[in-house]
């Protein structure tokens, strides 16, 4: 079983800085890419930025020059650095793994179970 675990997440004033942390667990064969979502109240998810396994990044463009993401395959970590938090950064922010088990398992998407970043004006 496969479990994703974030941390990092709280409450900063607008201008500060949060480092999210999620590290995958469990039955893991190998990691294709991985990345970053965020949910705010009455929104629909949305992607912050993703990381292929060769490290290739896609940024929103809300985050840009803001966001830094990185990997760690040894440990099996993604983090994400945010910067210049704004008060539209609130949300609940999910990390992914696109992973396989197992040879002859399928590709599977797996979801952290999500971690509350508030950013106050």
């Known amino acids: 079983q496969v479990q994703l675990v974030e941390s990092g997440g709280g409450l900063v004033q607008a201008g500060g800085s949060l480092r999210l942390s999620c590290a995958a667990s469990?039955?893991?064969?190998?990691?294709?890419?991985m990345g970053w979502y965020r949910q705010a109240p009455g929104k629909q998810r949305e992607l912050v930025v993703g990381?292929?396994?060769?490290?290739?990044?896609n940024y929103a463009d809300s985050v840009k020059g803001r966001a830094t993401i990185s990997r760690d395959n040894a440990k099996n970590t993604v983090y994400l650095q945010m910067n210049s938090l704004k008060p539209e950064d609130t949300a609940v922010y999910y990390c992914?793994?696109?992973?396989?088990?197992?040879?002859?398992?399928?590709?599977?998407?797996?979801w952290g179970q999500g971690t509350q970043v508030t950013v106050s004006s």
């Open positions: 992914n793994a696109d992973l396989i088990e197992r040879v002859g398992v399928r590709l599977m998407r797996y």
């Open positions: 990381i292929t396994s060769g490290g290739r990044t």
């Open positions: 469990g039955s893991i064969f190998v990691i294709n890419g």
